[in-house]
Nanobody, 123 residues
C-alpha cells in the first residue's frame, strides 16, 4: 500500500517556475515507477512525466519536454516535478501516481494516486 500527498502548487505568472513534490508512505516506494498527470478544467486527465523505480529512466509528454523535469529521492520517499517556463495552458490540477511498471504514460498502469495540487499560470 502506498499513500501519496502532493504539495508545491500555486499561482505563478507565465514564464515562472514551480516545483511540485509528492511524498509517499510505505516501505516499497522505491519499487514503484512514479508519474505525474494533469487535469485541466473540462478536460480529461493526461500524462505529464514519469520515472522508473530503478535506473532513473524518464519519459515526458511532448508538451513539457525541455521545460519540466521529473526526479525522485528514494531515501526521502519523494518524487519531484520541476516546472520551468510555465505557460497559461499548464494550468491544471497535478496528480502524482505510483505503479509497479516502468515509466509508462498509461494512466491505468498506476495503482495509487494522490489528491492533487492546483497549479495556476496567469498570462
Amino acid at each position: 500500500q502506498v499513500q501519496l500527498v502532493e504539495s508545491g502548487g500555486g499561482l505563478v505568472q507565465a514564464g515562472g517556475s514551480l516545483r511540485l513534490s509528492c511524498a509517499a508512505s510505505g516501505r516499497t516506494f522505491r519499487r514503484y515507477a512514479m508519474g505525474w498527470f494533469s487535469q485541466a478544467p473540462g478536460k480529461e486527465r493526461e500524462f505529464v512525466a514519469a520515472i522508473n523505480w530503478i535506473g532513473g529512466g524518464t519519459r515526458y509528454a511532448d508538451s513539457v519536454k525541455g521545460r519540466f523535469t521529473i526526479s525522485r529521492d528514494n531515501a526521502k520517499n519523494t518524487v519531484y516535478l520541476q516546472m520551468n517556463s510555465l505557460k497559461p495552458e499548464d494550468t491544471a490540477v497535478y496528480y502524482c501516481a505510483a505503479g509497479p511498471g516502468l515509466n509508462t504514460p498509461v494512466e491505468s498502469q498506476y495503482d495509487y494516486w494522490g489528491q492533487g495540487t492546483q497549479v495556476t499560470v496567469s498570462s
